[in-house]
């Protein structure tokens, strides 16, 4: 019974080896990782998730506080947030700007909040805070509504008809000092969907990062400094490029409501159950390398990693919603080297403490090459291949 059978085992497997190994030499001029060869990946086994570090990333420090913070905005108790005083005079200044309501002279205090004359966004603010706090929770699912809750209102505002299909190409712009080694400009544009990051500078660069911009991501501390600039408000790429931001501190949908009611384009806020996936896969990473390379126990990670602090990084994220919404996805700027600057636009040299860039770049290595190995993402989910650009 086995004999017949060998012969078409040995040419299958010849022809995986070939497959594999073949990609891997057109790739690797380009690219430090190979995209993932799909004959090798159906036959690895399903993966066995170390369970202390799955319940151990599945907690998210800091929970209890935001949610004690969340539910003093809903009452419009705004005593902890000193700082958002301004806001209000802000808030008059740009309605007065962009609505021509006339300007209005009065300083602003938090207690005004719920007066008639903020009535509208204070009504705006408190159901957009409450329904993206009612979703925080774990649902790996959310990967398959991905195409419904972006693509479908980004689809709606060009006036496409809006398919379940998912965009061909998409190139996810990280904003790496190692695009300036390379001319990657036309081959990004090339791509269906550019999504860029937290309003990096394009101008003068365009020969590196190309000029297309079809989703702009952002972080809501950048959103917010942006904003507040007479310069930036709310739109940098102008008021037709979608924006997608996720919520660094609840107090930001203030930013959110008052850009929101004149942005022209869809100002998606990411789903609050999208976010806690990704902060569990980073946090798995993250802990997953700390106890194999320095040997430590678990309970020290915290506070080597910034503890309540400790997030995912914009790009991370963009990469993730990218998953979900394209076919296939080309990553650019992601990494570093020794000779490249960490922006490609700034001078900035350090990294931020809080994200833990090893872990993130170990998620993108496995996506490439194995993404079985990647926890918490819904069975029904499948990953498009992915290519990183170095
Ligand atoms: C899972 O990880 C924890 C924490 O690093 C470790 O102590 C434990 O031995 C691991 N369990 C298995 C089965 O590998
Ligand atoms: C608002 O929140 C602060 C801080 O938790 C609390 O001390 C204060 O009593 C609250 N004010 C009202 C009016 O509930």
């Known amino acids: 019974m086995k004999h017949p059978v060998r012969p078409l085992l040995s040419i299958l497997l010849l022809i995986a080896v070939t497959a594999t190994f ?113 979703n925080k929770m774990f649902q790996p699912d959310v990967m398959l509504d991905l195409v419904r809750l972006v693509k479908h209102r980004i689809d709606g505002h060009n006036g496409l008809f809006s398919s379940d299909k998912k965009y061909k190409s998409c190139a996810v712009v990280g904003n790496s000092g190692i695009l300036l080694n390379s001319n990657y400009g036309e081959l990004i544009d090339s791509h269906e969907v550019v999504i860029r990051l937290n309003n990096a500078w394009i101008r003068s660069y365009e020969h590196k990062v190309g000029s297309k911009i079809s989703i702009s991501f952002v972080n809501s501390n950048i959103f917010h400094l942006c904003s507040r600039s007479r310069e930036c408000f709310c739109h940098p790429y102008g008021a037709e490029v979608p924006i997608i931001m996720y919520i660094c501190q609840p107090i930001h949908f203030l930013d959110y409501t008052v850009c929101n009611s004149y942005y022209k384009a869809p100002l998606l806020i990411t789903d609050s159950r999208f976010d806690v996936l990704c902060a569990q896969i980073v946090k798995y990473y993250s802990a997953k390398r700390f106890v194999e390379e320095t040997g430590k126990p678990l309970e020290e990670w915290d506070s080597t990693h910034e503890g309540v602090m400790f997030h995912y990084s914009s790009g991370m994220q963009a990469i993730m919603l990218a998953l979900g919404i394209c076919d296939s996805v080309g990553v650019f700027g992601f990494g570093k080297s020794p000779s490249a600057r960490h922006h490609y636009h700034s001078s900035q040299k350090a990294e931020l403490t809080l994200h833990d860039y090893e872990a993130e770049y170990a998620f993108y290595h496995d996506l490439v090459e194995n993404p079985q190995a990647i926890p918490f993402i819904s069975d029904k989910f499948r990953f498009p291949p992915v290519v990183i650009y170095q």
Do not use: C, M
Not at 24 to 35: A, D, G
Not at 58 to 69: T, Y
Not at 95 to 108: L, V, W
Not at 117 to 123: A, G, P, S, T
């Open 22 to 134: 073949s990609s891997r030499i057109t790739v690797r001029r380009s690219t430090i990782f190979s995209p993932k060869p799909q004959l090798r990946i159906q036959s690895l086994p399903p993966p066995v998730f170390n369970s202390t570090l799955l319940k151990f990333a599945a907690i998210q420090l800091g929970e209890e506080d935001s949610k004690q913070e969340i539910e003093q905005l809903l009452q419009g108790n705004f005593s902890t947030q000193l700082k958002y005083r301004s806001f209000f005079t802000w808030w008059r200044r740009s309605n007065s700007d962009h609505r021509e309501k006339g300007a209005r002279t009065s300083t602003g205090s938090p207690e005004n909040l719920k007066s008639s004359e903020f009535n509208q966004d204070w009504l705006d603010f408190r159901r957009n805070l409450h329904d993206w706090a009612r």
